[in-house]
């Protein structure tokens, strides 16, 4: 019984976990807009930024932007963080400035785990997005 379950835990559930390794990797997964674990294209926006798909994060926010716009929100909630997100990146990534993505997402990924027990742990990688940027 043991041996079947880390066989299944092997096989099945460890490949799919690797895919969220990676922001290249997470964006590959399909949009999952009818299910319980919606994820919301905002998101998706910055997992593309990070993959460095400027191309298909530019066509969410033209989509998304507008909904957003001149609105407010409570401070607490998620369009509020979303129309924030939308703001900060906007400018870069109209421009395709991918050295100022990067010191945006760097300085999010910071500000997560500022004050966690990972904090000692944690060291900032380079996102895809900076392939090539030297």
């Not at 949009?31 to 400027?54: K, S």
């Not at 191309?55 to 607490?76: L, V």
């Not at 979303?82 to 109209?94: D, G, K, R, S």
């Not at 999010?108 to 996102?127: D, S």
């Amino acid at each position: 019984m043991i041996a079947d379950a880390i066989a299944v835990i092997e096989t099945e559930v460890l490949p799919k976990l690797e895919v969220y390794g990676t922001p290249e990797g997470y964006v590959t997964l399909p949009p999952r807009e009818h299910t319980i674990h919606y994820e919301p294209l905002e998101d998706r926006m910055l997992a593309l930024i990070a993959a460095g798909d400027l191309d298909a994060a530019r066509t969410i926010w033209h989509e998304k932007e507008p909904k957003y716009r001149g609105k407010t929100y409570h401070p607490d909630s998620l369009p509020h963080r979303w129309q924030m997100q939308l703001t900060v990146v906007a400018e870069p990534l109209l421009a395709g400035d991918r050295r100022a993505l990067a010191r945006i997402l760097h300085g999010w990924e910071a500000a997560n785990v500022r004050g966690t027990k990972i904090e000692p742990y944690w060291e900032p990688t380079p996102f895809p997005l900076e392939a090539g940027l030297g």
